[in-house]
């Protein structure tokens, strides 16, 4: 079992930043990605950022170049770095440990927290 622990939410003005932060703590794997993910009101969920556990990140359309994702392996904890936000960017963003096993992939949820972006 994975535990996932997200803080560092809260409201900010358009145009601030914010750093997200995700404590992983349990039994890891051998081979899985760290990400975020984001629901916003009235909208499904949607992929912010994944880095693998060998530092390669991806990010969504609506937040390249305006988010970055890194990780500490030593802490065992994933960072989104969140610059230039946007009233668009309020939601719910919720950490994910993905885990690629011999029988295929397991997902692990942290609770989320809350980014509002608001004047």
């Known amino acids: 079992q994975v535990q996932l622990v997200e803080s560092g939410g809260g409201l900010v003005q358009p145009g601030g930043s914010l750093r997200l932060s995700c404590a992983a703590s349990?039994?890891?794997?051998?081979?899985?990605?760290m990400g975020w993910y984001r629901q916003g009101p009235g909208k499904e969920r949607e992929l912010v950022a994944t880095?693998?556990?060998?530092?390669?990140?991806s990010y969504g359309d609506a937040v390249k170049d305006r988010f970055t994702i890194s990780r500490d392996n030593a802490r065992n904890t994933v960072y989104l770095q969140m610059t230039s936000l946007k009233p668009e960017d309020t939601a719910v963003y919720s950490c994910?440990?993905?885990?690629?096993?011999?029988?295929?992939?397991?997902?692990?949820w942290g609770k989320g927290t809350l980014v509002t972006v608001s004047s």
């Open positions: 880095i693998s556990n060998g530092g390669s990140a």
């Open positions: 994910n440990y993905r885990a690629s096993t011999s029988l295929g992939t397991r997902d692990y």
């Open positions: 349990g039994s890891f794997f051998s081979r899985y990605t």
